[in-house]
C-alpha cells in the first residue's frame, strides 16, 4: 500500500511539472506569439513536439483525475 501511495505522489508530481511547462509555453504563445516547445524540437508538428504536448494534455488529465475538489 505505501509503495502503491508512493508511485501515485511520483506520478501527481511529474503530472504537475508538465502542466506548469505547458502553462508556460501557452503563456509564451498567447502574450508573445512564440512557442518554445515547437522552437526547442524544431517545429509544432515535428514527432518531438507532438510528444510533449501530448504528454502535457494527459498530465492535465492526470491532475483532473486526482483532484479532491
Known amino acids: 500500500m505505501l509503495r502503491r ?5 511520483s506520478l501527481h ?17 498567447g502574450f508573445f506569439e512564440y512557442d518554445l516547445v515547437a522552437a526547442i524540437f524544431g517545429g509544432p508538428m515535428e514527432p518531438l ?9 494527459l498530465a492535465g488529465l492526470v ?6 475538489a
Request: charged fraction near 10%.
Open 5 to 9: 501511495r508512493h508511485s501515485m505522489k
Open 49 to 57: 513536439s507532438r510528444i510533449v504536448y501530448a504528454l502535457v494534455g
Open 63 to 68: 491532475l483532473i483525475g486526482t483532484s479532491s
Open 13 to 29: 508530481i511529474v503530472a504537475l511539472i508538465l502542466t506548469i511547462i505547458g502553462a508556460l509555453n501557452w503563456g509564451l504563445v
